[in-house]
């Protein structure tokens, strides 16, 4: 048997199926799994899709959102156990593939224009 091939069924067996297809700048919701103490729930991670990066069962995703002021970012690998599912709730329109622009943004700057899902369109100024 062929090494790329063992490799690539190895992938495809625990790669997870359903996943929604997203691009960078879009808003996505990552539902998480978190124990805490020995209970488990589920949290959920609303943000920007700022990175993709990698493929197969490495692929991986950046995600930031503003909490209280600050910028927070969480690097979601989506093959993981631990990530429940994610929902993409608004596309955003961006020329990059990577987002890391937002970094330096204050306030409302760091909105992405994009069209909501509901078909009304959202403007940043």
Request: aromatic share 8%; glycine share 12%.
């Amino acid at each position: 048997m062929n090494r790329g091939k063992a490799i690539q069924d190895f992938q495809e067996k625990y790669k997870k199926k359903g996943l929604p297809v997203f691009k960078p700048g879009d808003t996505i919701e990552v539902y998480v799994r978190i124990v805490e103490e020995g209970k488990k729930r589920i949290q959920v991670f609303e943000g920007i899709a700022i990175s993709i990066r990698g493929a197969g069962l490495s692929r991986s995703v950046t995600v930031r959102k503003i909490s209280y002021g600050e910028g927070v970012e969480k690097t979601f690998p989506l093959n993981s156990p631990n990530v429940e599912k994610i929902v993409v709730t608004k596309k955003g329109r961006v020329r990059r593939a990577k987002l890391y622009y937002l970094r330096g943004k204050i306030g409302k700057k760091t909105k992405v224009e994009g069209q909501d899902l509901y078909g009304e369109k959202e403007a940043s100024p």
